[in-house]
């Protein structure tokens, strides 16, 4: 069936460390995929997003890349910040699909230290 | 400004009670969903509406009721039968054109407890 596997956390870095949150996927054809981010008290906020292979998404400094030959969407930031704190979701969708239907994984609580 | 409304904020349900959550939508989405979330366990999803007057069983639906009579609302009702409800529960839509498919927007959510 089509899934999506991210790292457990928490991950906990240093202000000015570098992100790498891993996602892998199983699909059939070609999903889309997506980075979501939920803050603290909050409900979820797209972060980015990347529609076929070589697709970089980018956005508030977060990047992605579509990988079609890992199966992979890993996230990525230069230099987290505080208030990057958050949990972050790997998602697919598979748009030829009638039901609209997002697969989450079960997401990356992200701590940043000051 | 157009977003996802949820109320109440925070709810408790007394043993037997059922207890409804609102979801309201000015993006004029077609499709509105329910998800469940617990610690350590990402999203499940309860019920999807694709369009008014008809909706589908997600992954729990169990123990859970929904109506779609308008395009704007999408009430979840947690029923007695639900024994485990304490959760936090998120409201999302979407839209149907090719570039707004599958993204979904998200409420800011209802924390459920058990009295």
């Known amino acids: 069936g089509n899934s999506v596997t991210q790292m457990e956390g928490p991950v906990t870095l240093s202000e000015e460390a570098f992100l790498t949150i891993n996602c892998t996927y199983t699909a059939t054809g070609y999903p889309s995929l997506f980075w979501y981010v939920q803050y603290p008290g909050e409900g979820l906020q797209l972060l980015l997003k990347a529609t076929k292979a070589d697709d970089k998404g980018s956005n508030k400094g977060f990047e992605a890349t579509y990988r079609k030959e890992t199966t992979s969407f890993h996230l990525e930031k230069g230099s987290v910040q505080v208030s990057d704190s958050a949990v972050y979701f790997c998602?697919?969708?598979?748009?030829?699909?009638?039901?609209?239907?997002?697969?989450f994984g079960k997401g990356t609580r992200l701590h940043i230290l000051p | 400004d157009g977003g996802i409304t949820q109320s109440p904020k925070y709810l408790f349900r007394k043993e037997g009670q059922n207890v409804t959550l609102s979801c309201e939508q000015n993006?004029?989405?077609?499709?509105m969903y329910w998800y469940r979330q617990d610690p350590g366990q990402g999203l499940r999803l309860i019920y999807y509406?694709?369009?008014?007057?008809?909706?589908q069983k997600g992954d729990i639906a169990e123990g859970y009721s929904v109506s779609r009579e308008k395009k704007e609302s999408f009430p979840l009702t947690v029923t007695s039968a639900q024994k485990n409800p304490t959760a936090f529960y998120l409201c999302?839509?979407?839209?149907?054109?090719?570039?707004?498919?599958?993204?979904?927007?998200f409420g800011a959510g209802t924390r459920l407890s058990v009295l």
């Open positions: 993006l004029n989405h077609d499709a």
């Open positions: 509406s694709q369009i008014v007057n008809d909706f």
């Open positions: 999302a839509s979407s839209g149907t054109n090719y570039l707004a498919k599958n993204i979904q927007y």
């Open positions: 998602a697919l969708t598979l748009p030829w699909n009638r039901d609209d239907k997002i697969i």
